[in-house]
């Protein structure tokens, strides 16, 4: 079993019976679906929330019932991934563009479980990409501007519209940052719908390289 397939199995741990069970987005959640589709006694008491389009697709293909958001007073628990994971267990996510939904989904959970491969683990966020950042696309031209004026490089995600129909901007810090810091500043900025920066959550990450499991509670 490869890293996606290891951390799969262990997150299903998490679901029990009679659970309403958020769905991250990604690759690896994609694994988990795969997975729980073929839990039968436990898919048929259970029902789920989709951070994304994709993401309800896929288990309504596996057979799993999707309901909207709004028609559950509680999510039990939400199985997600991760772009990047610091040591204090941040996160930085956005990478296939579902961050709103996926943060609103996971502040909605009793329990929020990431599950990645090690090559997420990094030593600072952001890492290896940009900061990806959800804004209007009206008046999305000074928005990003405001955005640079904290100190940002922006790029515009070409040919891509969020599920909510809006654009991402990915943005990489000129100089070191302070994380909630940032986060709060782009918050303020209007036009800017909601960042990738998942900070001071708690979270049991479920991480593999591939021979090992490694769960770490923050």
Known sequence: MD???LVAAEAIKYV?????????SGTTVNEFIKLLGTK????????????????ENLARKVGIRVIDIDLVDRIDVTIDGADEIDPDGNLLKGGGGALTREKKVALNS??????ASNEKLVEKIPDHMGIP??????????????IEDLGMICRVRENFITDNGNIICDCIPENSIDLRETNDEIKKINGVVETGLFLDMRKIVITSDGENVKITSF
């Open 16 to 24: 029990n019976k009679g659970n309403v069970v958020g769905l991250g």
């Open 110 to 115: 009793s329990k929020y479980v990431i599950i």
């Open 133 to 146: 950042i959800e804004i209007l696309k009206f008046g999305a031209k000074s928005t990003i501007q405001k």
């Open 3 to 5: 890293k996606k397939g």
């Open 40 to 55: 039968e006694e436990i898919k048929k008491t259970i029902v789920c929330v989709a951070t994304s389009i994709a993401t």
